[in-house]
């Protein structure tokens, strides 16, 4: 395991790590079927599986899921119609996980390098940093939608444009724990995400989002 004292640069995942993202995707799907006049027959907590899970495929995902088997769209225009619901959702909805901002905030302050990555579509990011107004708290945000990498590619194409800091993986998900480990990081997961147990498999594990800080305590550059 690495350090946590060697680590220069961090990387968090979004949904579930940033932001509790499952009532605002909720919304927006709330939002689309009403406009299409269709009624909405599953729970939120039902949708959780999928969070984490990339959605540039249809096959499997979110988007399946909630399409009605006699439904005269196919599961892309559904997919389109929820997704444009999002900036709306999300600029009436959203909030980041307790004290992200001020622990964004001291991590810098601490000399570190941030990075925000994600499995979302650019337009779903580009949504939540907005409504969040937190893209100035971060050195680099990249989705895998702009460059269609996986998870850990993305880590090593983030990592070697710092030079090759040491790095920290922090998710709440096992694709972010899995990235970490392919890449030679450290892993930090989110106790308090939508990843259920899968967290726990990480080097070490947070509660709250500001007990980071009680992990990454480099002193500020002089």
């Known amino acids: 395991m690495i350090n946590p004292n060697d ?13 509790p993202s499952l009532p605002i995707v909720y919304e927006g799907i ?22 984490g899970i990339t959605t540039a495929s249809t096959r499997g995902s979110l988007y399946e899921f909630i399409t009605p088997v006699d439904s005269p769209l196919s599961i892309v225009e559904v997919r389109e119609k929820v997704r444009d619901e999002y900036p709306g959702a999300f600029r009436d909805l959203a909030q980041t996980y307790p004290n992200v901002k001020e622990t964004l ?6 000399g570190y390098k941030l990075a925000q990555y994600t499995n979302a579509t650019k337009i779903y990011l580009d949504a ?25 590619e993305l880590v090593r ?23 970490a ?28 989002f500001d007990d980071l800080l009680e992990i990454f305590i480099k002193k500020p550059p002089q």
């Open 128 to 152: 939540v940093m907005s409504s969040l107004d937190i893209r100035g708290y971060y050195d680099y945000i990249e989705c895998i939608e702009e460059n269609h990498l996986t998870k850990p």
């Open 181 to 208: 480990r392919e890449t030679g990081a450290l892993s930090v997961g989110v106790l308090f995400g939508y990843g259920d147990d899968e967290p726990k498999q990480a080097d070490l594990t947070i509660n709250k």
């Open 30 to 51: 709330k939002r689309a079927f009403e406009k299409l006049g269709w009624q909405v027959t599953f729970s939120p907590e039902e949708i959780n599986i999928f969070f």
């Open 105 to 110: 905030a001291a991590l810098r302050r601490r």
């Open 7 to 19: 680590v220069g640069l961090i990387i968090f995942d979004m949904d579930g790590t940033i932001v």
């Open 157 to 179: 194409k983030i990592r070697d444009k710092f030079g090759g800091l040491a790095t920290a993986v922090v998710g709440d998900r096992v694709h972010d724990i899995e990235a």
